[in-house]
């Protein structure tokens, strides 16, 4: 390769870009306590950190072509600095939201593009192969280290610590980038405000409109928002019906909007004409897929642990070390397979994997989560995670000419932390909403209780009507409420039953994505196109 250094320095930035939510689900408990807020508060932080960073992701690319890749490189460094020193310093939720969700999500939407356009211009033929297949591994490293390292973090120092050491991180890399090599910038890029309103709003309705569901209903108003002591939840529908339908149209908007700019000579946001590429539409299904099903996990499975059974930060991450170790082996083995193997079997097989791996952990869920089929899931499920890491960035970047490379960057962030926004927001309303019905029915179906002692169980649990409990928490609330010693067993006994159903659920959700990603990856190509040979390569066969 042309010097080890460059991919050195991009590699350390993609591995603290993907640590970052991996330490922070684990550390849920601990940071909503130290925060004085509640699971559904980290909730929403997590979904936003990871929707500010699909919002913009494209906004961040023709950043990086409008003043060149280096430099958006070296001022996202410097914001995404700030904003871990903020999250490390947060009080409180509103803080955290500020600094973390946002002012890092804002850096990285400049850094993560800048990271595969820089990979592809510093590195010629086979060792941007290599290059690549660098930064995949290291994604993968990042999401099976930072389970653990959030855990050891949390319990025994900090997890404001994590958030220390990555400011001192990005001040390493502000420094070193000088040695990166970039091309002139492209004085003619220009950014349509209009169309980065539209692809923010657009994105923001849907998701927000997902995380709103477990209080407000999908459809069937539950609770809805009030003004002045009235509903809002016209024509008898719930709000998140119209926010979702609000998300499609102006999402609509942007791609017409897109379609006119580039019919009348202007440059869009985005070129939607880049999706008539099959190969490149497979690829970011496959990430969107991919992350969904890991944030879902890393955000269900850590809550269940520390919410429903009280094990702390280092016993979650325990837990989920098994998904890191999977993570780990296969995607070297699946960069080793990639001169053998092709793209699609690779994927297809990572796919697979992952989707019998989700099965495996369903089929295993229990009490405690400690049995020896649940571990071997979490495997699975890490071992296709490996596969695809090592094939989807290449697959991508492959299918276009290289002037589309900071684009499909982009696209790739904005696929990767969409998968991320949804599956914490989806699976984790899911999984709330029927840890909620679990728990009132619990209530409901225990006869010794009268109605006016269940009435004051279910109000003081909260008013939103999401409550998340523990069995022993349960327990006490009807304790508290009057109820007999035997009435608290049985609504304790029954509602641990229904967190196991609820999690099961929430966790077939992400098997149902897997399958439905399967289906759509037929487009992967069975060869990636052999790179021009770079000037490295020359020299070698000299």
């Known amino acids: 390769m042309r010097s080890w250094s460059v991919i050195a320095i991009l590699a350390v930035s993609q591995f603290v870009m993907v640590l970052d939510s991996t330490v922070m689900n684990v550390s849920i408990s601990v940071v909503a306590a130290d925060l004085g807020t509640s699971i559904t508060g980290m909730q929403a932080a997590i979904t936003f950190y990871a929707l500010t960073m699909a919002a913009f992701m494209l906004t961040g690319g023709k950043l990086g072509d409008l003043m060149g890749r280096a430099r958006a490189f070296k001022i996202g460094a410097v914001i995404y600095g700030i904003g871990s020193l903020t999250t490390s310093l947060s009080p409180n939720l509103t803080v955290l939201l500020i600094g973390w969700s946002l002012v890092e999500g804002l850096g990285a939407v400049l850094v993560i593009p800048a990271i595969a356009s820089l990979a592809a211009i510093n590195y010629t033929g086979k060792a941007r192969v290599t290059a690549f297949s660098i930064l995949g591994a290291v994604t993968g490293l990042a999401a099976a280290v930072g389970p653990l390292l959030g855990g050891v973090m949390t319990t025994y120092l900090s997890w404001r610590y994590v958030f220390v050491a990555e400011t001192v991180v990005m001040i390493a890399v502000l420094f070193a980038a000088k040695l990166i090599r970039d091309v002139p910038r492209d004085r003619s890029v220009r950014i349509d405000l209009l169309s980065v309103a539209a692809s923010a709003g657009g994105l923001s309705l849907i998701v927000y409109g997902v995380l709103q569901s477990k209080t407000w209903g999908w459809l069937a108003p539950q609770h809805p928002p009030e003004i002045d002591g009235n509903e809002i939840a016209p024509l008898g529908v719930s709000p998140v019906a119209y926010l979702l339908l609000a998300g499609v149209i102006v999402l609509w908007l942007f791609v017409l909007r897109q379609r006119t700019l580039a019919a009348s000579g202007r440059k869009p946001l985005l070129r939607v004409q880049l999706f008539r590429i099959p190969a490149l539409r497979s690829g970011l299904g496959g ?30 991450g325990v837990k989920i070390l098994p998904l890191s170790v999977g993570l780990v082996l296969f995607s070297v083995l699946g960069s080793w397979l990639t001169a053998r193997r092709s793209a699609r079997f690779i994927a297809r097989g990572g796919q697979i994997t992952m989707a019998v791996g989700t099965l495996l952990v369903i089929a295993s869920v229990g009490t405690d989560l400690r049995s020896a089929a649940f571990a071997a899931g979490m495997f699975v499920i890490g071992s296709g995670f490996g596969l695809l890491a090592s094939q989807l960035g290449n697959v991508n970047m492959s299918a276009v000419e290289e002037k589309d490379t900071s684009e499909v960057g982009g696209l790739q962030g904005t696929f990767q932390n969409l998968g991320s926004s949804f599956g914490t927001a989806v699976a984790g309303s899911v999984f709330i909403l029927l840890l909620s019905s679990g728990f009132v029915s619990a209530v409901g179906d225990t006869e010794s209780l009268t109605p006016a002692e269940r009435q004051q169980v279910t109000a003081s649990v909260d008013d939103a009507g999401v409550p998340i409990v523990s069995g022993e928490q349960a327990r006490t609330l009807v304790l508290d ?3 007999t010693p035997d009435a608290a067993q049985a609504v304790s006994q029954a509602y641990s039953d229904a967190q196991i159903t609820a999690l099961q659920q929430a966790l077939f959700v992400v098997f149902a994505l897997l ?9 992967l190509p069975n060869r990636i196109p052999d ?7 020359q020299r070698s066969a000299a």
Do not use: E, K, N, W
């Open 287 to 316: 990430f969107l897929a991919q992350y969904f099903a890991i944030a879902a996990l890393f955000f269900v499975v850590p809550v269940y642990l520390q919410t429903m059974l009280g094990r702390d930060a280092l016993q979650t």
């Open 481 to 483: 409420a009057g109820g």
């Open 515 to 523: 399958v439905l990603a399967l289906l759509f990856s037929r487009h």
């Open 531 to 537: 790179p021009a040979p770079g000037p490295d390569d």
